[in-house]
């Protein structure tokens, strides 16, 4: 007990203090919508003439925040919504949110669904 040495937390702590790396520990945001199951399954009040699928969005990190076409990373927290036709989530993603990790392919725990 409490004799464990945490070399992750020992060298994240190290880097921090060097200023080599930001602060990684507070990603994701949202940790129980790292699963991209969980993500597609809150798109049931997905409004049907919305022109980007939920799978798509679910993908690039996204959930649905139940009203409008609202979404949400769970890495980065950041939101989106009035999505147009021709719009994809993973360029709209890494271009309002260049430095989310999971846009970054940094490994923030998500869980791809298996095809
Ligand atoms: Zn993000």
Redesign the pocket.
Known sequence: YGSIYDEVAEDTQYRLSTGEVVDQTTYPKIPHMKSEQARLLTFSAWPSDAPVRPRSLAQA?FYHLGQSDLVQ??????KLSQWDDGDDPWDE?GAH?PN????LGHDVGNVPLLD
């Not at 989310?100 to 846009?103: L, R, S």
């Open positions: 990190g990373c769970f890495c980065c927290g950041g993603h949110w989310c990790f999971f846009v």
